[in-house]
């Protein structure tokens, strides 16, 4: 098989095109640099898809770059560099005369409302409450494909948690703090935070590229990519303390996360959601890091 990556040059996308080339599949990237392996958007523009079996987009900018202060200007490039490079992927999609038997959008959780309480899954109603949930509404909008490509082409949509994982994501700057001794969970600590492992994250992306085996629906299929174990940020900060042999006595209050961050973006760590992954447990898939023991000791490498 074919496959088209948007972004592929990321921390998913890597941890993606390993999983891929292992199964024998050729991967091409899209990226913002040309180089080998890879096309640009210039390229995906000017000369229309690539013939590829399955396209999924991962590129946007990181809504946790620590060398961007929380100002329009990086707001707008959040937005701009998903829901631009989504419409231009689905774009090429529709216009092609061969075009993939998937096509595979990788978004977020932050589509569902904040809540000690409520437990969400893929067949929960949301509209949006937020900037961030604004930003889901567009970029899952921007991915839709309709009339008679939408009756050949299987559309997926993963909304992952936070993905943990050595080489990026949020353990690559929490990582260090933690090993000195200046971890401490944030907020109340109280708040859901759905985290799924990188490895199953790449592996339930690979599977939805994968050609359907029955009719193919018009409309997307949502899948929740998080682990099933519901933890609280408190339950994750207490076991990469146990992982790392380090105290975690140092809380962060809301207030200050607001402050360095932005609340806008703050809310993604201090507020959380209780997210199941029901379609892929209903799917039957094995994940190989399903609770936050065995995915912080992977990480950790101990
Ligand atoms: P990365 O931060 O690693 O970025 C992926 C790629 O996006 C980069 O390699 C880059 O490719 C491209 N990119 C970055 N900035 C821009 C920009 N301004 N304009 C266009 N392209 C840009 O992302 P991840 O791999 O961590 O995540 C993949 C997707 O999953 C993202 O859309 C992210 O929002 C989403 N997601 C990630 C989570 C996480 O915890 N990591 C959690 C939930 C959702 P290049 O330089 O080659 O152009």
Same mark, same amino acid.
């Given at each position: 098989m074919k496959v088209l990556i948007g972004g592929g040059s990321g921390f998913v996308g890597r941890e993606l095109i390993r999983v891929l080339r292992d199964k024998g599949h050729d991967v091409t990237v899209i990226s913002r640099k040309a180089g080998p392996g890879r096309i640009t958007w210039g390229d995906l523009e000017s000369? &229309?898809? /690539?013939?590829?079996d399955g396209a999924v987009n991962l590129a &946007?900018? @990181?809504?946790? @770059? /620590?060398?961007? !202060? !929380?100002n329009e200007s990086y707001k707008k490039d959040l937005f701009s560099s998903r829901i631009d490079t989504t419409k231009a992927l689905s774009q090429a999609i529709a216009a092609s005369s061969s075009p993939p038997h998937s096509w595979v959008l990788v978004s977020g959780v932050a589509c569902y409302k904040p809540s000690l309480t409520d437990q969400y899954t893929e067949d929960s109603e949301w509209t949006p409450f937020d900037l961030l949930s604004k930003l889901i509404k567009e970029w899952e909008a921007a991915a839709l494909l309709t009339g008679n490509v939408a009756q050949t082409t299987k559309q997926v949509i993963v909304r992952p948690g936070a993905v943990l994982g050595r %080489?990026? &994501? #949020?353990m690559k700057q929490m990582l260090l703090p933690f090993w000195l001794g200046l971890g401490g969970t944030l907020g109340s600590g109280q708040q859901p935070f759905p985290w799924i492992h990188v490895s199953d994250l790449a592996v339930i992306i690979a599977q939805a590229l994968? /050609?359907?085996? %029955?009719a193919v629906s018009p409309s997307p299929q949502v899948i @929740? &990519?998080? #682990?099933p174990s519901l933890n609280t940020n408190y339950e994750f900060t207490k076991e990469l303390g146990r992982v790392l042999r380090r105290p975690t006595i140092f809380p962060v209050p809301g207030f200050v996360m607001n402050a360095l961050m932005g609340s806008e973006r703050a809310v993604v760590l201090t507020q959380g959601q209780k997210v199941l992954p029901k379609r892929t447990l209903d799917s039957g898939f094995q994940y190989k890091y399903p609770d936050l023991s065995s995915a912080l000791k992977q990480i950790a490498g101990s």
């Open positions: 000369q &229309g898809l /690539p013939p590829c &946007g900018e @990181n809504l946790m @770059n /620590p060398l961007r !202060w !929380w %080489d990026g &994501g #949020a994968e /050609p359907s085996t %029955d @929740n &990519g998080v #682990a």
